[in-house]
């Protein structure tokens, strides 16, 4: 195998071949493009292996290998994983690095991330686009209550966006700078909806062509938004070996440290997925306010937990939750679900997931 270490930026790359002999050269600059690296692979030989880095340029040249029909010879590597050198970092010795590391992958597997296919690439950009744009329209409305704030006057009303909250709006006395910049953030927040409402949309349609997304939707908790997203965040079930290695990908498991007769349990570690960690939590927060499994396992762990922590521990239930819906390819059932977490043991998030985890 020839292997083929990239370190891709966003406008270059620079390349180092490691020959089966052991011979290591460098080359490049190459343009990060199209034409760039159909170039390259039109000089490369069948047995060619190429390394790249997890970034978003990364994400560009895995897209194009791809199209070339070069996926099974590509590697989406995690470079925080491999050993470096604190004191030196430039491009080619990245490139060096990535290419040694790819030539004996067979003793020393790579920490490898999934790049998935086509079609959950295209469901999770939808997903995460609503997500964003929610997120914005919450940010024009802090800013509204914090103008709001700024001035000693507080809102009678639940909804402020409503039709009752702007006619309140409109009547109150503001200085004209602070008029303006009101003016201005109503109708950001107008625009905003309407982008969620064609979002939604979009994301139900394509959620449509898959079944795992039904399936989700009848847990608790876990609606029209949140199902294609938890589902394109996991992409393929088969890359977590257990439940709790599901878990363990969604950094809600909390993080511990030993070394001799020093134990430090600490917060939840945070790895993995933001987005699927953020879903659970939300669904985590709808799940509670109903009457199912989960609010009554909410209810008994708030009695000796703060409702952060007892909530986190919902969101990890979910997480063993979607993983048994995924595998059994069954709608959820409330009474098959209470009976497996009457049996389960306390201990969360032990195992760990494979190295493959996605990014």
Same mark, same amino acid.
């Given at each position: 195998?020839?292997?083929?270490?990239?370190?891709?930026?966003?406008?270059?790359?620079?390349?180092?071949?490691?020959? @089966? $002999?052991? @011979?290591?050269?460098?080359?490049?600059?190459?343009?990060?493009?199209?034409?760039? %690296?159909?170039?390259?692979?039109?000089?490369?030989?069948?047995? +060619?292996?190429?390394?790249?880095?997890?970034?978003?340029?990364?994400?560009?040249?895995?897209?194009?290998?791809? @199209?070339?029909?070069?996926? $099974?010879?590509?590697? *989406?590597?995690?470079?925080?994983? =491999?050993?470096?050198?604190?004191?030196?970092?430039? $491009?080619?010795? #990245?490139?060096?690095?990535? +290419?040694?590391?790819?030539?004996?992958?067979?003793? $020393?597997?790579?920490?490898?991330? %999934?790049?998935?296919?086509?079609?959950?690439r295209a469901l999770r950009l939808r997903a995460r686009q609503r997500? /964003?744009?929610?997120?914005?329209?919450?940010?024009?409305?802090?800013?509204?209550?914090?103008?709001?704030? =700024?001035?000693?006057?507080? &809102?009678?009303?639940?909804?402020?966006?409503?039709?009752?909250?702007?006619? /309140?709006?409109?009547?109150?006395? =503001?200085?004209?700078?602070?008029?303006?910049?009101?003016?201005?953030?109503?109708?950001?927040? #107008?625009?905003?909806?309407? @982008?969620?409402?064609?979002?939604? &949309?979009?994301?139900? !349609?394509?959620?449509?062509?898959?079944?795992?997304?039904?399936?989700?939707?009848?847990?608790?908790?876990?609606?029209?938004?949140?199902?294609?997203?938890? *589902?394109?965040?996991?992409?393929?079930?088969?890359?977590?070996?257990?439940?709790?290695?599901?878990?363990?990908?969604?950094?809600?498991?909390?993080?511990?440290?030993? &070394?001799?007769?020093?134990?430090?349990?600490?917060?939840?570690?945070?790895?993995?997925?933001?987005?699927?960690? %953020?879903?659970?939590?939300?669904?985590?927060?709808?799940?509670?306010?109903?009457?199912?499994?989960?609010?009554?396992?909410?209810?008994? *762990?708030?009695?000796?937990?703060?409702?952060?922590?007892?909530?986190?521990?919902?969101?990890?239930?979910? !997480?063993?939750?979607?993983?048994?819906?995924?595998?059994?390819? !069954?709608?959820?059932?409330?009474?098959? *679900?209470?009976?497996?977490?009457?049996?389960?043991?306390?201990? %969360?998030? +032990?195992?760990?997931?494979?190295?493959?985890?996605?990014?």
């Amino acid at each position: 195998m020839i292997a083929i270490g990239v370190d891709v930026h966003k406008r270059q790359c620079t390349i180092a071949i490691e020959r @089966e $002999d052991g @011979e290591l050269r460098c080359f490049g600059p190459m343009e990060n493009t199209r034409e760039g %690296w159909r170039k390259l692979l039109g000089q490369l030989p069948a047995e +060619a292996e190429i390394a790249l880095e997890v970034s978003t340029s990364g994400y560009f040249a895995m897209s194009v290998l791809e @199209e070339e029909g070069w996926r $099974d010879r590509a590697h *989406w590597v995690h470079t925080a994983g =491999m050993e470096s050198l604190r004191k030196q970092k430039y $491009d080619r010795l #990245d490139a060096q690095r990535l +290419a040694r590391k790819l030539a004996v992958r067979e003793r $020393d597997p790579l920490p490898e991330a %999934w790049f998935p296919p086509v079609e959950i690439r295209a469901l999770r950009l939808r997903a995460r686009q609503r997500c /964003w744009l929610a997120v914005m329209r919450t940010q024009v409305r802090n800013r509204v209550q914090s103008l709001l704030q =700024m001035h000693g006057l507080r &809102s009678p009303m639940t909804d402020l966006f409503g039709e009752a909250g702007r006619a /309140w709006l409109k009547a109150q006395a =503001m200085p004209e700078a602070t008029q303006e910049t009101l003016d201005q953030l109503l109708r950001v927040h #107008d625009d905003l909806s309407q @982008e969620i409402v064609q979002a939604e &949309s979009n994301l139900r !349609a394509a959620g449509r062509g898959f079944p795992e997304v039904a399936r989700l939707r009848t847990i608790p908790g876990i609606g029209e938004i949140l199902a294609p997203l938890i *589902w394109s965040e996991i992409g393929r079930l088969e890359r977590f070996r257990s439940a709790r290695a599901l878990v363990n990908y969604t950094g809600l498991v909390p993080s511990l440290y030993e &070394s001799g007769e020093v134990t430090i349990r600490g917060g939840i570690t945070h790895q993995g997925s933001a987005w699927l960690r %953020w879903a659970l939590v939300a669904a985590a927060n709808s799940a509670v306010q109903g009457v199912n499994p989960f609010a009554r396992r909410y209810r008994q *762990w708030r009695r000796r937990k703060p409702p952060n922590v007892a909530k986190t521990a919902v969101a990890r239930a979910l !997480a063993h939750c979607v993983y048994g819906v995924l595998r059994s390819g !069954a709608n959820y059932q409330a009474a098959r *679900w209470e009976r497996r977490q009457a049996g389960r043991s306390r201990s %969360w998030g +032990a195992g760990q997931p494979e190295v493959a985890m996605g990014h």
